[in-house]
T-cell receptor, first 115, second 115 residues
Framework: AQSVAQPEDQVNVAEGNPLTVKCTYSVSGNPYLFWYVQYPNRGLQFLLKYITGDNLVKGSYGFEAEFNKSQTSFHLKKPSALVSDSALYFCAVRDTGGATNKLIFGTGTLLAVQP | EAGVAQSPRYKIIEKRQSVAFWCNPISGHATLYWYQQILGQGPKLLIQFQNNGVVDDSQLPKDRFSAERLKGVDSTLKIQPAKLEDSAVYLC?????????????FGEGSRLTVL
């Protein structure tokens, strides 16, 4: 079965510093990987996805993610964090088995950016 | 382009009462999903529709939860009778096709509190 793991419940970073939010995956076949962000009392907003091709994927709001097949990881990164980046971040993998194509989400990582 | 619409945004009920949530997906999106997000957890799929047919309802507690998408557009999720553990945010999402590699588009969610 497809799954993703987010090993950190919370990541703290100072404004202006680089940030990394970790995600590892377990899939059979080719992985389709996604990152979403959730601000308080809001729905999930799509940031970026990896389907195939370049291992470095660029997304919204200056975020990028690096796909690493050997380490089965898909870490989210940003060179310089903003206070407004503080939110809950979810990694997800698409379940391509059977008739469904649902997204399976990790448990989320709370990013706190201090001014 | 209008996003996914959900209502109500907030609902408080007593246990054993019933509640219904409504979702209007993005125009033209054939696939509609209902996810349950319990505080501190990632979203979990309850049911997936392709047009007005059910693709996956394996994690829907069918003794108390029901969902329909009669005309292949709007959808309603009902809980009857509600339990304390049903307190969660109910997220509706839509996507254009059934086997695509694209992202899901989420609504703002309906927050349910069961007392």
């Amino acid at each position: 079965a497809q799954s993703v793991a987010q090993p950190e419940d919370q990541v703290n970073v100072a404004e202006g510093n680089p940030l990394t939010v970790k995600c590892t995956y377990s899939v059979s076949g080719n992985p389709y990987l996604f990152w979403y962000v959730q601000y308080p009392n809001r729905g999930l907003q799509f940031l970026l996805k990896y389907i195939t091709g370049d291992n470095l994927v660029k997304g919204s709001y200056g975020f990028e993610a690096e796909f690493n097949k050997s380490q089965t990881s898909f870490h989210l990164k940003k060179p310089s964090a903003l206070v407004s980046d503080s939110a809950l971040y979810f990694c997800a993998v698409r379940d391509t088995g059977g008739a469904t194509n649902k997204l399976i989400f990790g448990t989320g990582t709370l990013l706190a950016v201090q001014p | 382009e209008a996003g996914v619409a959900q209502s109500p945004r907030y609902k408080i009920i007593e246990k054993r009462q019933s509640v219904a949530f409504w979702c209007n997906p993005i125009s033209g999106h054939a696939t509609l999903y209902w996810y349950q997000q319990i505080l501190g957890q990632g979203p979990k799929l309850l049911i997936q529709f392709q047009n007005n047919g059910v693709v996956d309802d394996s994690q829907l507690p069918k003794d108390r939860f029901s969902a329909e998408r009669l005309k292949g557009v709007d959808s309603t999720l009902k809980i009857q009778p509600a339990k304390l553990e049903d307190s969660a945010v109910y997220l509706c999402a839509s996507s254009p096709g059934d086997r695509g590699t694209g992202e899901l588009f989420f609504g703002e969610g309906s927050r349910l509190t069961v007392l």
